[in-house]
């Protein structure tokens, strides 16, 4: 098979840490590499950025070095209250036969999340880290026309560029899922194509129904939302379920099946952050809302693009 740039990264790695960078659902995108890196004889750990309300989560331990830093074990898994990374950590220990917890952190500033990351990295020697994204609104450069729901992705963007030491990989799965966020799939075409010609395109490979990691990643995306159907669920992770299989076409205004959805794009984290228009402005952020506000600045002050199309 073609070797792509990604793998040879990744046969280097030891110790990962797989993170969820858009909050919620996006670490159960983790759970396929999860499987193969396993496989692969690596150690692996897993984090996500958080929806829940960690603070009151039951068996939530709140690390006291870093306040917006919480291990969730099994344990804490409720069905009254959202939490998707409780629920998939009792699936993963029902997998291994072993204790497993997620490490969860709170939606805050750039800064914060950075020194938690560091944390991690030093107390679980971690070697190299891949960001997960839900959609591909990670990659954009600052000036699209939309920008899809852009403060988790480039808290966690910003938080590990600052990380000295490990390897550091963007994984983005589900492009299509976006539509209803406004984002405009020429111009994220455009953005890969430009990553391309940097060098910081580290290649593609899909998630097949017929192989164990896409097994793996049914059985636990079906296992949470079995046991969160009180809760909110994760349209983007719904959509690439259809997407493994095989249905094709528009569904109302918001969702359009296709064979994109179930595509990895892996992406050298350096060069996407590097690059963006003003992810730099984000670093001295200090809580969520201060981030949130300088993104809303940043974009007045940039010319944003036009709305633009492909023809296919």
Not at 2 to 25: E, F, N, S, T
Not at 43 to 62: K, M, P, T
């Amino acid at each position: 098979m073609l070797q792509q740039p990604v793998d040879d990264l990744i046969a280097r790695a030891k110790c990962v840490l797989l993170a969820g960078g858009g909050g919620g659902y996006d670490i159960l995108g983790a759970v396929p590499l999860w499987h193969e890196l396993r496989q692969a004889g690596k150690q692996v750990h897993l984090a996500s950025l958080s929806f829940c309300e960690l603070i009151g989560l039951d068996g939530a331990r709140q690390q006291p070095e870093h306040p917006c830093l919480y291990e969730v074990p099994s344990e804490a898994s409720t069905e009254g209250m959202y939490c998707p990374e409780a629920w998939l950590a009792r699936w993963l220990e029902m997998e291994t036969a072993e204790e497993q917890t997620i490490w969860c952190f709170e939606r805050t500033g750039v800064q914060p999340l950075h020194q938690a990351y560091r944390y991690l990295v030093e107390r679980l020697g971690i070697d190299t880290i891949i960001l997960i994204d839900g959609g591909i609104d990670a990659i954009l450069k600052g000036d699209e026309t939309s920008l899809g729901t852009p403060e988790e992705d480039l808290a966690s963007l910003a938080a590990i560029e600052l990380l000295n030491g490990p390897i550091k990989v963007l994984a983005c799965v589900g492009l299509g899922t976006e539509i209803r966020d406004g984002i405009s799939h020429a111009q994220v075409l455009e953005r890969i194509s430009e990553l391309t010609r940097s060098q910081a395109y580290l290649g593609s490979e899909a998630l097949l129904e017929p192989t164990a990691a896409c097994q793996k990643y049914i059985e636990a995306l079906d296992y949470v939302l079995a046991h969160q159907e009180r809760q909110r669920k994760s349209h983007v992770q719904t959509t690439i379920l259809q997407g493994i299989k095989g249905r094709f076409g528009g569904v109302g205004p918001y969702i359009w099946y296709s064979p994109l959805l179930n595509i990895y794009w892996f992406f050298s984290l350096s060069t996407v952050a590097q690059s963006h228009l003003f992810l730099r402005d984000l670093y001295l952020s200090v809580n969520f809302r201060e981030l949130s506000l300088l993104i809303e600045s940043n974009r007045h002050d940039l010319e944003i693009k036009t709305r633009s199309v492909i023809p296919i």
